[in-house]
């Protein structure tokens, strides 16, 4: 699963940004098991990511905290064919994550996207070891045609691209405009991001930074 794997940025704000995936591998570990209690399973993950701090829940097949209103509707519309998420922003954060799921033993895969390093100490601190590692290589062509740094940090945190580049100009037009505040502009742009990948808290930092200059 390669969708939360190609965030821009550099290693101190990448340090705030880790998101942690839960999908049933189809035919291996759904087989035989009621489809509610798949569900059942794919929802407990989010209450667990809740319990310890995330700043984000989503259902790539119905919508985030801020397109359903609220976590307890991402929960409650999450059924047993969902690819599911949850954002954190420290790295604490994330080893707690991995001891409460080693813990539940909730029997389906998880995948965590973030910095390397960062990732193999928390595997370290939580007593697991990881089954498959992937890289991203970064972006190769023409470069040139991307938009500026700053704005594709925002852009990346949402691997379908469904936060795209002139929206969040718009957003920063607004906040510079004194319309919205930096964080309620990372909140906005979260709205599009249907998985609910999208770290709404790290995008209100990189907004006043850009709205800063």
């Known amino acids: 699963m390669t969708h939360t794997l190609h965030r821009v940025g550099n290693e101190d704000s990448l340090k705030k940004d880790i998101v942690f995936l839960m999908l049933p591998a189809h035919r291996f570990n ?3 098991i009621p489809a509610a209690e798949v569900g059942a399973k ?9 319990e310890h701090g995330c700043i984000s ?5 119905t919508g985030n905290t801020y397109t359903l209103g609220s976590n307890e509707a991402v929960l409650d519309s999450t059924t047993e064919n969902a690819t599911v998420h949850c ?4 790295k604490e954060k994330a080893v707690e994550m991995m001891k409460a799921l080693k ?3 909730i029997g389906l ?10 990732l193999g100490e928390c595997c370290h601190a939580s007593g697991l070891t990881p089954h498959t590692v992937e890289y991203s290589l970064g972006v190769w062509g023409n470069t040139s045609l991307l938009p500026d740094k700053p704005i594709l940090e925002i852009n990346t945190m949402c691997g379908h691209g469904m936060v795209s580049v002139g929206r969040i100009q718009d957003v920063i037009k607004k906040i510079k405009a004194g319309k919205m505040t930096c964080e309620d502009g990372g909140k906005e742009l979260g709205k599009t991001c249907t998985c609910g990948i999208f770290n709404w808290k790290r995008a209100g930092e990189i907004l006043q930074r850009i709205t800063s200059e």
Not at 109 to 118: A, E, Q, T
């Open 30 to 32: 759904d087989v035989d």
């Open 42 to 50: 794919l929802r407990r993950f989010m209450e667990i990511g809740l």
């Open 57 to 61: 829940i989503g259902n790539a097949s």
């Open 87 to 90: 954002v954190f922003d420290s």
């Open 103 to 105: 813990e539940a033993d």
């Open 109 to 118: 895969s998880v995948v965590v996207s973030g910095l390397f390093d960062m």
